[in-house]
């Protein structure tokens, strides 16, 4: 994957208002690394994020608000993933002063409301929660650019993991009304167009939904199910995989297992679905499909 990731520089003015930091932890998840943003335009900034606290991370920080002549007076978490808070300390280090918000604050923190708005010279912060990736999520409009801050729900590249798919979507279709401009992202570039990435995000998902169902309802190959007249009709996470996933590399079927799984719990709360012995999932006999 690494190779199809674009260069990012480890600092970049994005904006007027707005800077990205890279945390300098490039990985398989992280793609170039957490995404920490720098807004606003006066001597007090607030940051988004603060990777894991890496020391070219500290570093660059340091470095950037020495030139802007500027400190941080407040930090917002989008939510609880060790390579979006790790930093704090470092965080702390170069601004004693400031104020660390997160959804369900841990020791030290402050809590981030739904609506609760941010300000500084130059830039307006509305938190909105958008629970899916995590159940704390928070997302950040940005009033002067009509742009939006998608934490990890929405990526730069590809496509993002959640927990519950139900409240994803929500999520999804709450943060595809917010604005007309662009989305900064936990990870990867900037998108130029937030309603059109989260649009692509939220067809993706009924897509991969609509093959869970359509795979379930289908026959096995025979040779598959050994004469187990269960294995016949019902079908475990994995040989779902095995079809939709068909064209991806055997290594990434195991993380892709992990979201089959949660259409299928989706899907179970929906009435659609029933779960049997050994693993196994089969359609309901008369499914409640919309037209």
Not at 154 to 170: P, Q, S
Not at 224 to 252: C, F, N, Q
Request: aromatic residues 6%; proline residues 7%; contains cysteine.
């Amino acid at each position: 994957m690494a190779s199809q990731l674009v260069h990012l520089p480890e600092v970049e003015r994005l904006s007027p208002a707005c800077i990205r930091i890279l945390a300098g932890n490039p990985g398989k998840f992280q793609l170039q690394g957490t995404n920490t943003y720098l807004v606003g335009t006066g001597p007090g900034r607030l940051l988004i994020d603060t990777g894991e606290g890496k020391p070219s991370w500290q570093q660059a920080l340091k470095r950037v608000l020495e030139e802007e002549k500027a400190t941080v007076q407040s930090a917002l978490l989008t939510h609880w993933h060790p390579d979006h808070t790790q930093g704090v300390p470092q965080l702390l280090q170069l601004a004693p002063d400031a104020a660390v918000y997160k959804c369900a604050p841990g020791p030290g923190q402050l809590n981030i409301a739904d609506g609760q708005v941010f300000e500084a010279e130059g830039a307006t912060l509305t938190a909105v929660y958008t629970p899916g990736h995590t159940t704390d999520h928070m997302a950040f409009i940005l009033r002067e650019e009509d742009a939006l801050f998608t934490g990890d729900n929405v990526l730069g590249h590809g496509t993002a993991v959640f927990e519950d798919l139900g409240i994803y979507l929500r999520s999804l279709a709450k943060m595809e009304k917010l604005v007309s401009g662009r989305a900064y992202p936990g990870h990867g570039p900037v998108l130029p167009e937030a309603p059109a990435k989260i649009a692509e995000y939220i067809s993706h998902r009924h897509q991969r939904e609509l093959q869970v169902i359509e795979t379930l309802g289908s026959a096995k190959d025979a040779s598959s199910t050994s004469g187990d007249a269960g294995a016949a009709s019902a079908w475990t996470p994995m040989e779902l995989v095995k079809i939709i996933y068909r064209d991806v590399p055997e290594e990434l079927h195991i993380p892709a297992s992990y979201g089959v799984i949660l259409i299928l719990k989706k899907l179970l709360a929906e009435d659609k679905v029933v779960p049997e012995q050994r693993d196994r999932w089969r359609l309901k006999e008369r499914p409640n499909f919309p037209e």
